[in-house]
């Protein structure tokens, strides 16, 4: 071993806390960037394999019936390569154990075989196949998971108004429910959705749908146009009720999944960067100084007849051991945290097998990022080494020259404590690197508000969905359209308080060029149970003629109060007409359109009908209700509202708990790696004045005083300035979830923001208390000997 | 350990500082040096003392000692009665907090402050100090206040620590080769700001210097060698620092 690299080896020692502050920190920004892209790499491999492997269709459609011989037209559509024709139903599930029910989607296995598209993975028990029934029933594992249910298992399902019990033959999971939920849900709610699958026999019974089909798969040959099969799909179903083809990019599980993948991508840039450029900045500060300290030697190595190069390079070893470090730490954490990630998704996203794959492309793309950052952040301090004249490298360092800060040459300067004005004139000899220590405290400060901004918008989310307009205890839904009379039938129910009515359709809304399809959701005037609310939160009374839609879906459809919407029905009689733009709601989750309902039953042309009712219940009869409501008919599914809303709140809050951990500790290290540092630093640089001050009679705690009393001014500028940027990092990355599926809302509160403060000021403090303990080694007599 | 101990001069007569064997040992087995090798010594009020001495013959271990800034050994310090060889780190803080005031070889100001600041920084936290005005009046500096140390001479720098050290009225003034770093002039000014403080303070002052030529402005001179005190003469009369030439 050469010299060089002993003398590296002890420096490296006497500075090895500095260096480990540094190393953490990049290891942190390593370790997010390696988590994130690895957790891309690792949904994106795993998804496109598994939508490889069990065919995952590339167009769907819903329709109201057809019969199977239309399945040979689809086929023959130019670009159609394999066509899947089957049931679909929703259903209600009285669980052994559960009051409330369950809903879920049932769909048919083919008569013959297994599913050509979007085939089952088997999980347990086994996959049913043949014509028979059997009484047998598939379901999906989420839902299985969460209720705990294993085949073999019974349960009892409503289909088509009739109940059943069915046996659990096995538990799968399909490509289609990669993300197992309702359309349009942001979070899964796997104790009250399920999807199911029992043979096409049974099923078509059940819905008197015999010989014909309500919904299909398509895949295309490589190279079709998707546009030109959906229009040719959409012309074909016309006279069958076909409810509008929509390609994978409206698939509600594929969306989901790619606007997750959307974030990671966010995510895996934008925080790695910040936590690098941190890092570099303190490398930078530390070789800095190292090599300040170090004048004397780098001219006496010189003298000696080192070159340059070798002087260089002795100084480019200690970032590359600082480097080393902080790559094998970040490696080591972004797996760690990686692999716990994983986990997380699998409560959201259901694969034959997530792994986490550690991304190799992603490590070395680490090392060299980091790499980088270090590089330039010994640059500047190794080039100063580099050019110094061994001569004047001699020489002690000159007395730096300081002049009164700025506050002072204002004027102010008479109402300050002499020690403040050192701390003040310390910080305005500097101002590069005070700025950076500003800036990356706020950015330790900023990076705390992005994980509660989340919950506090998903909790105003579902507090404005559960409380402000919908104020129902259950939805009920009919199988099919039924006269409004059937809400007499709901209202005898037992416990039952208030009944309204809701009537749905599903349409085409169109302005100009630009068209949406969805369904107009029907309601009395003034409904109190569902309430159509504007931006101020104030009910919109829906007009006797006009439609009320979402602010978002005007956005889309480019359309403002007042101008013309073209409604064009999907369903029954496929009528068309067009109403005014009445108002604009505010609502979170999809988009949707409101009319009164006497104004749409009276556009469709088929009588007064209902499709669905909102129901208040009693507490006291909660059971009876049920009771009732499992047994009852027409009603196609029952959604508890309580129930739904829990399930939420749970699911949410182990994701947003482990964002805020990750989060936290990142923050935490950040605000006391920066902190800890700048306090080193400025001790080494000032050694000898605080010395000076200690012989002279100052206290610890007043030295002390001096040296932090800097670094708190810093803090305290870098809080309301942490508090701005984490306000626009969370308002940047909810833009990047507002979508037409799903928006939230950017909820910014007291709270949110003193957790942050409270983080960065207790790492701070922490962080100055260490470095404040090495004032107790000064060395009072030896500074006092020599020049510095 | 009352506050008046440090600061009153009701008795001029008892002595200031009293060692008895005082001695100070660095380091343990074959590596220790005897620093100081058991000394007794007595300084009283007003004296102006000079200690003279071979380098490593444990001059500046003497005077950090009376000043509070490391412990004996063994022996036994007093001062004005008060056990400062057996203080505790927070008793001799407060001491040369309230009854020292230190000059040392190197100026020791602090770069970020004025000259004004740099005394102002002793009388913030003195009980009955000068105004920083009056210092620097006192060491010749009134027209240069408002001068960061970086735009002052050497000379003037270590008039501004003398105004500094001397500002809270210092019972002992502490000076370590005060001129060590100065040419012959501006050394003689240092010189007479010294003597003028003991002089119309009653300053106990030490200083410590390899200049015997300085040995003619003190009442007392202490010869040390191999931390013993081998000489010790009394002058009938100060020579004042400005008639002094080395
Ligand atoms: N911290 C220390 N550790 C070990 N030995 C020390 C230490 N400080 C001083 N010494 C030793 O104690 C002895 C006396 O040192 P001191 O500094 O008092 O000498 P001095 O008379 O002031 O010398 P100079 O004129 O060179 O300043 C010397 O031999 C020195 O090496
Ligand atoms: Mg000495």
């Known amino acids: ?788 | 350990m009352a506050h008046a101990a440090f600061t009153s001069a009701e008795s001029d007569l008892a002595p200031v500082f009293q060692a008895r064997a005082l001695a100070k040992t660095y380091g343990e087995g074959d590596a220790m040096v005897r620093a100081l090798a058991g000394l007794d010594l007595e300084c009283r009020a007003g004296e102006l003392v000079v200690v003279l001495g071979a380098s490593g013959s444990g001059k500046s271990t003497l005077l950090n000692l009376l000043g509070g800034l490391d412990t004996p050994t063994s022996g036994s310090l007093f001062y004005r009665g008060w056990d400062l060889g057996g203080a505790d780190e927070a008793g001799l803080t407060r001491y040369r907090r309230e009854a020292v005031g230190f000059v040392f070889q190197f100026y020791n100001l602090i770069p970020s402050l004025t000259a004004r600041e740099n005394v102002a920084l002793i009388t913030e936290i003195a009980a009955d100090p000068m105004t920083p005005e009056e210092a620097l009046h006192m060491v010749g500096l009134g027209a240069r206040m408002d001068h960061f140390p970086a735009q002052l001479s050497g000379g003037e720098q270590q008039r501004v620590a003398i105004a500094r050290a001397i500002a809270k009225r210092p019972a002992v003034l502490m000076c370590d080769e005060p001129t060590g770093a100065l040419d012959v002039n501006t050394g003689k000014a240092v010189l007479e700001a010294i003597e003028r403080i003991n002089r119309e303070l009653g300053t106990l002052t030490l200083i410590i210097t390899h200049n015997s030529v300085m040995a003619e402005m003190a009442d007392r001179v202490l010869t040390l060698s191999d931390g013993h005190i081998t000489g010790e003469k009394h002058n009938l009369t100060r020579a004042a620092a400005s008639t002094l030439a080395w």
């Not at chain 1, 067009?578 to 009276?602: C, H, K, Q, W």
């Not at chain 1, 009869?621 to 959604?639: C, I, T, Y």
């Open chain 1, 1 to 788: 071993m050469s010299l060089l690299d002993l003398k590296l080896i002890r420096d490296l020692r006497a500075l090895k806390s500095q260096a480990a502050a540094v190393a953490i920190v990049m290891a942190c920004g390593l370790a997010m960037m390696i988590m994130t892209r690895s957790l891309i790499v690792s949904l994106e491999t795993t998804r496109d394999a598994y939508y490889r492997d069990n065919h995952f269709a590339q167009i769907f459609s819903r329709l109201k019936r057809a019969p199977n011989s239309v399945s040979a037209q689809l086929a023959a559509i130019p670009g159609v390569a394999t066509v899947q024709t089957g049931i679909a139903l929703s259903v209600t599930l009285d669980l052994p154990g559960v009051i409330e029910p369950a809903t879920g989607l049932i769909q048919s296995l083919p008569e013959q075989g297994e599913l050509t598209l979007n085939r089952l993975h088997l999980r347990a028990g086994r996959i049913l196949v043949g014509r028979e029934s059997t009484g047998e029933i598939l379901v999906g594992e989420a839902f299985a998971q969460a209720n705990q249910l294993k085949p073999g298992d019974e349960i009892a399902a409503v289909l088509y108004g009739r109940r059943q019990n069915f046996r659990i033959a096995g538990i799968v999971l399909s490509p289609e429910f990669i993300f197992e939920a309702p359309p349009g849900a942001a979070l899964p709610n796997n104790k009250t959705y399920g999807v199911f699958w029992m043979p096409y026999k049974e099923l078509a019974r059940a819905s008197n749908l015999d010989g014909a089909f309500n919904q299909l798969s398509l895949q295309l040959v490589p190279g079709a146009s998707e546009p030109a099969v959906i229009a040719a799909v959409d012309h074909i179903l016309r006279p069958y009720g076909g409810r509008g083809a929509y390609g994978r990019t409206s698939h509600p599980s594929h969306t989901r999944l790619r606007d997750e993948i959307n974030i990671l991508n966010g995510l895996s840039i934008g925080f790695p960067l910040v936590f690098l450029s941190v890092a570099a900045f303190m490398t930078n500060a530390v070789m800095g100084r190292q090599i300040t300290l170090q004048r004397e030697q780098i001219a006496i190595l010189k003298a000696f007849g080192f070159s340059n190069g070798e002087i260089g390079r002795h100084y480019l070893k200690f970032s590359i051991v600082i480097v080393a470090g902080g790559t094998a730490l970040g490696v080591l954490g972004g797996v760690f945290l990686g692999e716990r990630l994983v986990d997380m998704y699998h409560v959201f996203f259901r694969f034959p097998a997530l792994n986490f794959q550690l991304a190799s492309t992603v490590v070395v793309l680490a090392v060299l990022v980091s790499s980088i950052a270090a590089i330039i952040g010994v640059a500047g301090s190794v080039r100063a080494a580099v050019r110094l004249p061994p001569a004047e490298a001699m020489r002690p360092e000159p007395p730096s020259s300081y002049r009164p800060a700025l506050v002072e040459r204002l004027g102010f300067g008479r109402l300050f404590t002499v020690t403040f004005r050192m701390a003040l004139r310390n910080i305005e000899r500097r101002p590069v690197r005070a700025s950076l220590t500003v800036g990356a405290l706020a950015l330790a400060t900023g990076i705390l508000i992005v994980p509660n901004a989340f919950r506090d918008g998903i909790g105003y989310v579902l507090d404005y969905q559960w409380d402000l307009i919908q104020r129902q205890t259950v939805m009920v839904s009919l199988i099919e359209p039924s006269p409004a009379r059937t809400l007499a039938d709901f209202k005898a129910l037992p416990g039952v308080i208030l009944a309204e009515p809701v009537r749905g359709a599903a349409v085409e809304l169109r302005a100009g060029n630009q068209f949406r399809r969805l369904s107009i959701t029907g309601l009395p005037a003034q409904a109190e149970l569902f309430r159509v609310i504007d931006s101020s939160g104030r009910q919109i009374s829906l007009p006797p003629e006009g439609i009320v839609i979402s602010r978002k879906l005007a956005d889309v459809l480019g359309v403002k109060i007042g101008e013309i919407l073209f409604v064009r029905g999907l369903e029954g009689k496929r009528v068309e007409f067009s109403v005014p733009v009445a108002g604009l709601s505010e609502d979170f989750a999809g988009t949707a359109a409101y009319m009164e309902i006497g104004a749409l039953n009276r556009h469709l042309g088929e009588g007064d009908r209902i499709n669905a009712a909102y129901l208040t219940v009693g507490a006291g009869q909660w059971n009876e209700f049920l009771h009732a409501m499992k047994a009852s008919p027409r009603a196609g599914s029952v959604v508890v509202k309580n129930k739904i809303r829990q399930g939420f709140r749970e699911t949410t809050a182990q994701s947003i708990g482990l964002l805020q951990q990750i989060y936290l500790t990142f923050a935490a290290v950040v605000a006391f790696g920066i902190v800890y540092n700048s306090a080193r630093i400025s001790l080494s640089e000032r050694q000898r004045e605080l010395a000076t001050l200690r012989v002279i009679g100052f206290t610890r705690g007043e030295v002390a005083t001096v040296l932090v009393g800097e670094l708190m001014m810093l803090t305290l500028i870098a809080l309301p300035c942490g508090l701005l940027i984490g306000s626009g990092f969370a308002r940047v990355i909810l833009m990047t979830v507002n979508t037409e599926f799903v928006r939230l809302p950017l909820i910014l509160t007291a709270q949110n923001y003193a957790f942050a403060v409270l983080v960065v000021a207790v790492a701070s403090a922490i962080s100055a208390l260490l470095a404040c303990r090495r004032l107790d080694q000064l060395d009072l007599v030896g500074v006092l000997k020599a020049r510095d």
